[in-house]
Each structure stands twice: as C-alpha cells, then as structure tokens.
Antibody, heavy 120, light 108 residues
C-alpha cells in the first residue's frame, strides 16, 4: 500500500524558513517523480514543485522560484521542500504527491498534507 | 500560462441523477487533462487522466470526455460519497501544470 506522510509544517514568521519532509513507502521511490502541491485555506490547488526520480531535474512554480528548493533522498525514501523567505501568501496545506508515471504532473497518490502558517 | 476555467462553480444534483461538470482551457491542451475529487479535510484523489482514462479503482460511473479546450466529467448516477469538490488539471504545457478553480458538487 502506497503511503505518503508529510511533516514539518507549523507557524513561522514572515521571512522565516521551514523544511517539509514526506516519508514514502509501498512503492519503488526512486522510480517515480514527486510533486508538492499546496492549498491555501478555502482555496483551490496550486502546484508548487516537482523532482524527477533520480533528482536530476527539478521544477518550480514562478511563485516560489528562488525561495523554495525541492530535493529527495532515495536511500531514505524521503522527499523534502526547503522553504525560505516565507510570505503570508505561502500559508497553505502542503501535499506531497507521487507522480503516476503518465506525466510528472499527474499525481496518483497524495499524502494528507501538512499546514504551514506564515504570520507574525 | 494556460488558464483552466471550470463551470459551474456549484452544482446541485439529487442522488441517483447524472452530474455533468465542465472544464475549459484557454488554449489547446490536447488530451492532457486530469480530474481529481476532493472531499472536506481530505487529500485530492485522481479520477481521470488523458481526458478519458479512469485511474485505478475508480468506479465506471465516472467518465471523462473532450480534447483541445473543452472537457467534461460525467458522473452517471450520483452516490452519496460523490458529493465533493472536483478539479481539472492540464499537464500539456508543463511546467507549470494548472488546476481549475474547482466545482463543488452538492446534494440537492
């Protein structure tokens, strides 16, 4: 059974940093690209970042480019999102999602999410 | 960036009836379109990809159609568990992939 478990969310001040983690199990982690998708309170879904299975390629939404860094440790089956220079508009539930292999962006399994609140 | 527009914003349908949700792209996305279902407090769930292919384990009452700029998700006979928010997502011009704003399907 595929499982994705996010952690690392919390309350942070504007300008601060946070590192999210996503522990994966139930599939061959290094064979699949992974995504981070966020959802602001009461709003829709916004793709944030993606990384290939080998970590050779990374992709970012313009809204986070230069501030967020996606990475993965295939030996630990773990995905990360380092978030720097956080802004109030980054407040959201952050989901870790596994690419289904159809296309990087199409996610067939999702974690339950971790809430990031950026506020003073 | 491609803009995805879903309609209606809210759809009220009785259990057992058919629901038809629409998604329009600002430019052609070929058949590179997915649909997701999200229930309150839960993560999204992949329903359809490639505009019309059901994901693993998705009941046959869910069907997708369309190509280019116009897409439809049809739920043939609504069950109580189908009332949720539905999002379309284009992945033709990626990155970024873009989601529609969602359609809330509520019980009439």
């Amino acid at each position: 059974e595929v499982q994705l478990l996010e952690s690392g969310g919390g309350l942070v001040q504007p300008g601060g940093s946070l590192r999210l983690s996503c522990a994966a199990s139930g599939f061959t982690f290094n064979s699949y690209a992974m995504n981070w998708v966020r959802q602001a309170p009461g709003k829709g879904l916004e793709w944030v970042s993606a990384i290939s299975g080998s970590s050779g390629s990374t992709y970012y939404a313009d809204s986070v480019k230069g501030r967020f860094t996606i990475s993965r440790d295939n030996s630990k089956n773990t995905l990360y999102l380092q978030m720097n220079s956080l802004r109030a508009e980054d407040t959201a539930v952050y989901y870790c999602a596994k690419s289904g292999g159809i296309a990087v962006a199409v996610s067939d399994y999702w974690g339950q999410g971790t809430l990031v609140t950026v506020s003073s | 960036e491609i803009v995805m527009t879903q309609s209606p914003g809210t759809l009220s349908v009785s259990p057992g009836e058919r629901a038809t949700l629409s998604c329009r792209a600002s430019q052609s996305v070929s058949s590179n379109l997915a649909w997701y279902q999200q229930k309150p407090g839960q993560a999204p769930r992949l329903l359809i990809y490639g505009a019309s292919t059901r994901a693993t384990g998705i009941p046959a009452r869910f069907s997708g159609s369309g190509s280019g700029t116009e897409f439809t998700l049809t739920i043939s006979s609504l069950q109580s568990e189908d009332f949720a928010v539905y999002y379309c997502q284009q992945y033709n011009n990626w990155p970024p992939d873009t989601f529609g704003q969602g359609t809330k399907l509520e019980i009439k």
